[in-house]
């Protein structure tokens, strides 16, 4: 054993080695200063819109067709292949936005899709286009999630149109800024509990027993829900509570062989933000992350489609993945 004089001295050695090696990241950092991205980042298949974007504001629900500035969702350059074959699929809030870009992406991997939308009907008929375009089959339901007997009632739709449900997919979404806790009412916070949270529970509770073992549901979690936001208080808590909600979803139906995960995403361009913020913030909307833009609605689904895929993730369950473009927070 060393004797107590070398610990002191070995230590005092290692406190000169941190100073050394402090000197030595200090010397560097001023010749090599960090660097900040100044203009947004592009690596996809083609060029996305970054700030400043149109100074717009909507009414809720918020209509995409009304949008100056269209999200991107048809994903010109992404290549089925019969990854969801003949599966029969719902996708709630798939009349716009994340929605409709997974409806697409699910339609061009072979599925039929059923879209769940609130009463933004133009919108849903441009999607169950778009997916007839795909070459598969659509049906559009407006209803409010919120409301358990709609969701059973829209399930059951489903069945005796289609026999079953294979995935489904909770995107619907209630979202609104409030810059004051005090200001928050209970009414504001209950609409967006029982459509964020409430309507996730009720279309899994009814969709599982159509469910046969290799069946998938994916959840639209958020950013805010893994980092909190001062500003969405309500909006993150359901987000958060969703997260929870795929991990505990997805061990309780693991002997069922139904598979539950869930996509986080940060900023991402859909009505779901001009109908929130006003014109002026809109515009520089997703300016504030690493990437200096918002994410594109065809860049977060093939998300989905990878949780929803038997053949890409039947290992996985229970998880929330994030795709976040790099935020950190703040």
């Known amino acids: 054993m060393k004797h107590k004089k070398q610990y002191i001295q070995d230590a005092e050695e290692m406190a000169a080695r941190h100073k050394a090696i402090q000197k030595q990241v200090a010397a560097t950092d001023k010749k090599h200063p960090a660097k900040e991205a100044k203009k947004a980042m592009q690596a996809g298949a083609r060029k996305y819109p970054e700030p400043p974007l149109s100074k717009q504001h909507l009414e809720k629900p918020g209509i995409e067709a009304e949008m100056d500035r269209k999200p991107m969702y048809d994903a010109p350059y992404y290549k089925g292949s019969d ?40 919108d849903a008929d441009e999607t169950k286009a778009m997916v ?5 089959r659509c049906i559009t339901i407006s209803g409010n999630v919120a409301d358990r007997n709609f969701c059973f009632d829209a399930v059951q739709h489903v069945v005796a149109e289609f026999g079953r449900v294979d995935v489904l997919v ?43 073992p290799g069946s998938a549901i994916v959840n639209t979690g958020s950013v805010t829900g893994l980092l909190g936001n001062k500003d969405l208080l309500d909006y993150s808590t359901t987000k958060g509570g ?43 909307f997703g300016g504030h992350t690493p990437m200096k833009r918002p994410a594109q609605p065809e860049e977060i689904a093939p998300a989905f489609v990878f949780m929803a895929s038997p053949q890409c993730s039947s290992f996985i369950t229970g998880e929330v993945l994030p795709i976040i473009g790099g935020y950190e927070g703040g």
């Open 242 to 284: 969703i997260h929870a909600f795929t991990r505990s979803l997805g061990t309780h139906l693991i002997p069922k062989g139904i598979r539950v995960n869930a996509v986080a995403p940060g900023p991402v361009w859909t009505p779901l933000n001009p109908s929130d913020r006003d014109a002026d913030d809109i515009a520089e």
């Open 132 to 136: 007839e375009k795909e070459g598969r």
């Open 83 to 122: 990854k969801l074959k003949d599966k029969i699929a719902i996708v709630t809030g798939g009349d716009s936005g994340i929605g409709r870009a997974v409806a697409v992406l699910f339609a061009r991997e072979g599925a039929d899709v059923v879209v769940i939308y609130l009463n933004e009907h133009v």
């Open 170 to 212: 909770n995107n619907s979404a209630f979202q609104l800024h409030v810059s004051n806790f005090e200001d928050l009412t209970e009414d504001h916070l209950d609409c967006t509990l029982k459509t964020n949270l409430y309507g996730y529970f009720h279309m899994a509770q009814a969709c599982v027993p159509h469910m046969k």
